[in-house]
T-cell receptor
Framework: AQSVTQLGSHVSVSEGALVLLRCNYSSSVPPYLFWYVQYPNQGLQLLLK??????LVKGINGFEAEFKKSETSFHLTKPSAHMSDAAEYFC????????????FGKGTKLSVKP | SQTIHQWPATLVQPVGSPLSLECTVEGTSNPNLYWYRQAAGRGLQLLFY??????ISSEVPQNLSASRPQDRQFILSSKKLLLSDSGFYLC???????????FGSGTRLTVV
């Protein structure tokens, strides 16, 4: 069975500071990994995905994530936070294929202080 | 290009009333379709998914049901709403989970 753990339900950073949102996964098969962002009262938007190509994945809005198999991690980072980054972020894992479903973490709410 | 439509955006319904939320996908064929619910502080809860017309899998036993009358149409229903059905409902589609999901804009349901 697959699972995702997001460490920290709330993260607060100052504008211009490094953003680090943590995600650890469990999977018995090579995983596909995703990060989604959700702004208030909106649907989830795909930030980036890892599908067994390069381990460092670049996404939209300056975010990137690194797949580390030895640590079973897929942490999301951004060098310099903007006020517009304040949102909720979800990590997700799947084994792929037409029948597999995405398993989501519980989400991390990011606050950005001026 | 593919698009997903979900409506209504907001809904206020009294306890005991029926519910019908609709989701349609355009620009693709035979997608997998999903209904999720977000309640405050509880993350994303998968309610139903469908891999084809008339094929519905339920993840959580509850007061809701789902139907897929057409390839690109997914409907979430209830005969009698409960207060606990309040939440933010999201529809999503994919052609294969390795591609990720595309989400609709959501419906905010408040049961009063």
């Amino acid at each position: 069975a697959q699972s995702v753990t997001q460490l920290g339900s709330h993260v607060s950073v100052s504008e211009g500071a490094l953003v680090l949102l943590r995600c650890n996964y469990s999977s018995s098969v090579p995983p596909y990994l995703f990060w989604y962002v959700q702004y208030p009262n909106q649907g989830l938007q795909l930030l980036l995905k890892y599908t067994s190509a390069a381990t460092l994945v670049k996404g939209i809005n300056g975010f990137e994530a690194e797949f580390k198999k030895s640590e079973t991690s897929f942490h999301l980072t951004k060098p310099s936070a903007h006020m517009s980054d304040a949102a909720e972020y979800f990590c997700a894992v799947t084994s792929g294929g037409s029948q597999g479903n995405l398993i989501f973490g519980k989400g991390t709410k990011l606050s950005v202080k001026p | 290009s593919q698009t997903i439509h979900q409506w209504p955006a907001t809904l206020v319904q009294p306890v005991g009333s029926p519910l019908s939320l609709e989701c349609t996908v355009e620009g693709t064929s035979n997608p997998n379709l999903y209904w999720y619910r977000q309640a405050a502080g509880r993350g994303l809860q998968l309610l139903f998914y469908s891999v084809g017309i008339g094929q519905i899998s339920s993840e959580v036993p509850q007061n809701l049901s789902a139907s897929r009358p057409q390839d690109r149409q997914f409907i979430l229903s209830s005969k009698k709403l409960l207060l606990s059905d309040s939440g933010f409902y999201l529809c999503a589609w994919t052609l294969g989970s390795g591609m990720g999901y595309t989400f609709g804009s959501g419906t905010r349901l408040t049961v009063v």
